[in-house]
């Protein structure tokens, strides 16, 4: 198999405009997909007497460049000893990296050692605690965007913009991170979106705002994420009711038919760079108001939208703590937006306990769906809530006088319209993959005397809900049955812990034994 | 094969006090060794259909620990499509995990999906700007050595750290790290070290103080760093002389022989923490006098000296720019090491250019030797440099008049006695494992125009000796014919490259045609 000969070739590429940069030549070997799976990260196998790379200059290298096809990725070395598995001339790729090289098995592939991309200059400067130039951090999203970053230099670059960043740096990192993936657009002038900053279990009112305001005949095409660190997103309890890992054409056909769509935006590949950084932001635990700004909006610039209603939560357990925070926030928010060209109504809502009753995926969808059906026990909270909203998205319509978006939403809601109107998008998005039911192992929560329910901790019972199993396991989560200022009797129920794997289950319970996360006052 | 079936074991690992926390109960496999090494990291292979963990549950884990024979450490997880390579019931080990689990083949090991160490609430309050307390660095130390921290957690550590730390923090650190790790004992109260903080190419002096201040009769047990950023580091350059990489016992003997030795210090596993940082450190450039301070200090306290000769060189383009800058240095130094009960002595040296000729393993030995052989064409400056530094070593005896150190230190060196002890250091380490020649491609670099050399660039000199092949290839790098006030001639040499490897040595060339590193005014 002469094809297998790795050959120097000709070309020294010493670098390009894209901080493509290898140090010295690149060398050829064929392209063997390795049947490992290693997540984020890309791999790349290399044998010990490689033809290419001998390993003791890979041992000092961060990582190698592989191009094939016209695409370029960084990915970690690791050798292999066994020829069976890897040979000399052959490149081992593992996934992500065979899939995201878009190769086939025995294609050519070029490898270098990869020389530190050139924006790590400016992420050392921004260490330093300098300002960055627009043009750094166009570059910057740019190559977060590709994958050209280290985990640890992501975390260096979060840490360091929490210590210092101007709002005209923050502004720029979200120009950039727009820039660097693929934006919407949409044939009107209007296009709304609602989103929440988290941090409140339930709270889904994006399944109620959107039909409301689509049945309104505003165009509102959500995307929006899977959960992260919280019980459920948007998208995980969307898919309870209809599919939502749509592309790009099935979403416009979508929101074509209907006016709008609840969609999870993995699919639409809008500001790359964000998810790259959330990726590290989360596990670490650095929320800034800075990437918070840049985050949101970059989402919502490349999703198309022109006007944004921003919910932001504000109590002792939310993400923002108390009044004089949530106004620096939304100064900021202001701003960023402005120069964006995106309108904004920045709302501080009331965070100090969980809207409606259900958490977790299966309950939430529950509760929105009692509410669009104008059940008799759907939560009051939540429907208020949503309707409150959704009446600031439809007072952006010129057709409609000052002041009265929030009946005409109240109207479309107890009417039917906007449950027509969500079964129309559920019926027009397919139907959901995973089943719908409630977790079948039960264990109610009481309170251990009288009292009244004083406060609400929101981190707990979103702890409490996940050890549970949620939202990997949809019908787990918790039914809350208690809120401020309700008096309860010893042994009444505060609420249920909904499950189906008794692992899980037994650990949530136990959580919710030592500290329940409802504080009851005498 | 009825013990490779996974079972689960009774006990729910919640934590213990070395925050060794599993979420849900372990898992009991087989370990497998798989032909792959890669390198720094931990990896953990799982089979798809794996009886110890679901790959939907991995897919939003940060690490699996793995625990063996009482071991316990924390690996990225990938998954295995093929159950030849790893079967349901087995865990795939690559290197270094494997070797770090001290397992045999088919033993049995046990793993779970790792919760985030505790210490990582530290790390937090770290980065939103907290001081931490002595325990929690203690904590922190013992994470990092214990590879429980990932290189996104570590960067986050170091950039929070650069941007405020108190001198408490820092001896808190230090002495975690020392704590961490494994420490030497001496059979004597006097036990003698010497330092730099690096920067400056060449300025090998301590293969010349080392032997001198042995032949005086102190004890004298060095062990050194291999290069990371730098040309060569002091192990690299003794290697040309003789083995380094000796272990505890060995070293012992070495120093019980001849009262002392130059090791590297990578098998003797003295503050394991201070590597760990070094890793991330060294990419990200992150380079703060608190971490110099903590980490040069713990590995001298965990050497067990007493007596410490802190080489810091000031120059434009040296680690250390200006005197300010220095002695803020200095106080820290001495601060830290005051309250380790280490006695020091800081000594700003001129860093305005290297130290001797050679640049590289090879070159820097052949310097060494010639001051230890009195050679008429001994480097002055290399020589200078090491009878102060031996000097102020030797003025540590009580038994020595005060102030008489140098001249002993002179005397030592004039009389062959260093050289002799030299030779006997280097018998007892037993002979070098790599050619000591010079790399035979050669190009000279002259000055374009004739003039003075008033400035030379340390940085970019090291910069071209890496690129010809330092310190991987050892008889790769510069000779200097040049120095700081010297006239040239238009087309005299500056330096010479030496290098053997014909596409590392194009690129060294290069780079120098570009800017050699050497500033001649006319």
Redesign the interface.
Known sequence: MDDTRAIISNDLAVGDADSRVAV??MHRLVARPL?????R?NVI?LARDSTALR??????V?KVEVRAKGRSLLA???????PA?VGPGEAGL?QPAFRRLGVQPGDIVEVAPAR?PRT?DA??AK?A?EALSAAEYAAIAADLGAHRW???????F???C???MTPDETLSLCRGMVAAGGRLTWPRDLVVDKHCIGGIPGNRTSLIVTPIVAAHGLLMPKTSSRAITSPAGTADTMEVLARVDLDEAEMRAVVAACGGCIVWGGRVDLSPADDVLIS?ER????DTPEQMVASILSKKVAAGSTHLVLDVPVGPSAKVRDRRAALRLRKLFEYVAGQLGLTIDVLLTDGRQPIGRGVGPVLEARDAMAVLRNSADAPADLREKAVMLAGCLIEQDPGLPGGTGEQRARELLESGAAARKMDEIIAAQGPSPISGQVGALAQEVTASAAGVVTAIDCLRIATVARLAGAP?DPGAGLDLMARIGDRVEAGQPLYRIHGSEP??FA?AVEAAGEFNGMVVAP
């Open positions: 010295g030549p049947p490992l799976n290693t997540f990260e196998v390993p003791e200059r890979l041992a000092g961060r970690s070395p690791m050798i292999c000893d066994d598995v593992p530190t790590i992420l050392r260490i605690g280290s985990d640890m230099e992501i975390a260096a979060l840490v360091a929490a210590s210092f590290v596990p670490l635990g650095v990997t692992s899980d650990f």
